[in-house]
């Protein structure tokens, strides 16, 4: 059981360039989220899905665009990267049982830099 | 939406000593209020949650407590010991949101030997 797996653990990019964040999870998890974390202001929510085929837009979503096409994948997209998309970015999954909210498991995260 | 604030941002105690870090929120909707731990460089990681109706819950040497009238949660960890040295966040989540979490901005711990 990996519980949820991010890559890659590091990567920089040049301005402008776009690029893919990989994450999965094998607990069979409903919701799946992307958070960015800056220093000084916590874990801030850019995207979210609650089932395949379904996302919506978290707090900080501009600038980055996901899809939800099976229950284990839910992969975040920099279409064109700029320096202040400079970050650590987090995924995480949780079950979603009925209406009450679940432990969410963090994966380890990549820190992006953006030259 | 939601705001969840969080204090202190920094805080040393002597091993031994007590730590108590402190949220508010704003929306009385929320109904679930969770802890994580974040050792540097590694993922977050759920120390303990509570539920909106339940007053305080406690798991060994960690404590936290919710006072639904103030909007305010605590996280109390007593006998500290050097590897309680880590960020803390607090979150809170409503039903019917699915699973979506407002994060207070973090307090760094740091347990003196």
């Known amino acids: 059981n990996a519980g949820v797996t991010q890559t890659p653990k590091f990567q920089v990019l040049k301005t402008g360039q776009s690029m893919t964040l990989q994450c999965a999870q094998d607990?069979?998890?409903?919701?799946m989220s992307w958070y960015r974390q800056d220093p000084g202001m916590g874990l801030r929510l850019i995207h979210y899905s609650v089932g395949a085929g379904i996302t919506d837009q978290g707090e900080v979503p501009n600038g980055y665009n996901v899809s939800r096409s099976t229950t284990e994948d839910f992969p975040l997209r920099l279409l064109s990267a700029a320096p202040s998309q400079t970050s650590v970015y987090f995924c995480?999954?949780?079950?979603?049982?009925?209406?009450?909210?679940?432990?969410?498991?963090f994966g380890q995260g990549t820190r992006l830099t953006v030259v | 939406g939601e705001n969840v604030e969080q204090h202190p941002s920094t805080l040393s105690v002597q091993e031994g000593d007590s730590a108590v870090i402190k949220c508010t929120y704003s929306d009385s909707a929320s109904n679930y209020f969770p802890w994580y731990k974040q050792e540097l460089g590694k993922r977050p990681q759920l120390i303990i949650d509570i539920r909106s109706n339940v007053g305080e819950k406690k798991d060994q040497r960690i404590a936290v407590t919710l006072n639904k009238t103030a909007k305010h949660f605590s996280l109390h960890i007593t006998e500290t010991q050097p590897e309680d040295s880590a960020v803390y966040f607090c979150a809170a989540s409503k039903a019917n949101t699915g699973n979506q979490f407002y994060f207070g901005t973090g307090t760094s711990l740091t347990v003196i030997p």
């Open positions: 995480a999954s949780s079950y979603l049982m009925g209406r009450a909210n679940t432990e969410a498991f």
């Open positions: 607990m069979n998890h409903e919701y």
